[in-house]
């Protein structure tokens, strides 16, 4: 059943850059497939605007631990990767 207090919690976590697999692994919210139900029916514009935002965390994150090496350079250079990679994903603009 649609829960809007829900899905907008969901919202907000994604625009701060957590990702929508790891939200609804929680206990209490719904499955990833129940959402994007939901997000189809009832708000596609905010989904994709916090999906673009999203992306925008995802870089910053990449930016802020590129400066932030741990010593181990393929490490380092792999998180990085798959940021770069997830951010380009969610926000190719």
Do not use: V
């Amino acid at each position: 059943t649609y829960n809007a207090e829900i899905a907008e919690k969901i919202l907000e976590r994604m625009r701060s850059g957590e990702t929508l697999l790891a939200i609804c692994a929680e206990n209490g919210m719904p499955s990833r497939t129940t959402f994007i139900g939901w997000a189809e029916a009832h708000f596609a514009d905010k989904y994709a605007r916090a999906r673009e935002l999203q992306g925008h965390a995802a870089a910053e994150a990449a930016l802020a631990r590129a400066h932030q090496r741990s010593g181990d350079s393929s490490a380092d250079r792999l998180e990085f990767d798959a940021l770069k990679w997830f951010a380009g994903k969610i926000a190719p603009r």
